[in-house]
């Protein structure tokens, strides 16, 4: 295998010298991500990274759908929101070898990822605030909305059926310690009796804002990475995404930390207590199912998500008493003071 990713660095690298004009004095693989294969290079230019489309995961998108994610980013660049300029060859910003290799080169990111659950509340401010920005520059008019976002929500009774045949697998196929986090995801989805999700947003969003997408440096949000798979979905799953991402530490939810975010967010977008209840129901609605199934994961993200989505089907109906809390809390003590 190591063989193999030198000899596509080799390719690679001659490639990113011809068409830019750079000399290579270092390279360094980064081992984060999916299957995508990253370097960071050190060039009498500058600092840049150059990331490889791993082919058969590039039949999964379209590639006027990237495309129009990397111009975003460079939009979003160009509007002082923190994310990584793409440098451009002949007018595109996604790139192809001679061998068929696509790959795009953009400057590298300074600054630190967080690990689950540990962002601090000075980080979440900052974060709401880009995330806001982002959001508004998204929706500006320039991308024109679609007519169906990527999530269709399911019916109540699609889901039931859904976790019963799960059940059936388990009961088929005697996977035992399976049929706990099934059943509670069975009853979480019966203790929702009506669907919440009427008064949804749908628009242009990141869709992948998770803490390994996230750069800080000390107190402030450094870099949005990864605008790959942007595309026209339910905003609400961008906030619930970040929140159970950044605030849930084990088996707490820090609501400091995302009442911080509320506040950063609100600059630039209306962001309520109910609407922030309704995004993380969201997300565990629509991602339940990839996490929670008879199949094992491996590596710690999948894991994680997992955990998540078991947490939140525990606390589902709890959301809006924790996130309230802080709030009566604070008018509390104001009653005091006066």
């Known amino acids: 295998m190591k063989k193999i990713e030198n000899s596509l660095w080799e390719h690679l690298k001659e490639e990113v010298q011809t068409c830019f004009g750079f000399q290579i004095n270092k390279d360094t693989p980064i081992k984060r991500g999916y299957l995508n294969q990253k370097w960071k290079i050190e060039t009498d230019r500058g600092v840049f990274l150059v990331k490889q489309y791993n082919k058969e995961r590039l039949k999964k998108y379209e590639l006027e759908t990237i495309q129009t994610a990397l111009h975003t980013q460079n939009r979003a660049f160009q509007r002082d929101i923190p994310c990584p300029e793409l440098l451009s060859y002949r007018g595109n910003l996604l790139h192809e070898s001679s061998n068929g290799e696509r790959f795009t080169v953009m400057r590298f990111m300074e600054g630190s990822l967080i690990d689950p659950g540990e962002a601090a509340p000075e980080q979440m401010e900052s974060l709401g605030q880009e995330v806001g920005k982002l959001h508004r520059l998204l929706n500006d008019g320039t991308l024109h909305p679609k007519s169906d976002t990527v999530f269709q929500i399911p019916s109540l009774k699609d889901r039931l059926e859904y976790w019963e045949s799960v059940l059936l697998q388990c009961?088929?196929?005697?996977?035992?310690?399976?049929?706990?986090?099934?059943?509670?995801?069975?009853?979480?989805?019966?203790?929702?009796?009506?669907?919440?999700?009427?008064?949804?947003?749908?628009?242009?969003?990141?869709?992948?804002?998770?803490?390994?997408?996230?750069?800080?440096?000390?107190?402030?949000?450094?870099?949005?990475?990864?605008?790959?798979?942007?595309?026209?979905?339910?905003?609400?799953?961008?906030?619930?995404?970040i929140i159970i991402s950044t605030c849930l530490n084990q088996d707490t939810l820090n609501v400091e930390a995302v009442h911080a975010f509320k506040k950063g967010y609100n600059n630039t977008n209306k962001l309520s207590i109910e609407r922030l209840v309704t995004s993380l129901q969201l997300v565990w609605y629509m991602e339940s199912t990839w996490w929670v199934s008879v199949i094992p994961h491996e590596g710690e993200p999948p894991k994680r998500f997992q955990h998540e989505m078991m947490w939140l089907a525990q606390h589902l109906n709890e959301l809006e008493k924790m996130l309230v809390w802080k709030k009566e809390a604070e008018y509390l003590c104001f009653e005091e003071e006066a």
């Open 171 to 241: 009961e088929e196929r005697g996977l035992d310690e399976y049929r706990t986090r099934i059943n509670l995801q069975k009853q979480a989805t019966l203790n929702m009796k009506t669907i919440p999700f009427e008064h949804l947003t749908p628009c242009w969003c990141h869709r992948d804002l998770w803490v390994d997408n996230l750069l800080f440096s000390n107190e402030n949000i450094s870099a949005i990475l990864d605008f790959d798979r942007l595309n026209y979905d339910f905003i609400e799953l961008d906030i619930g995404r």
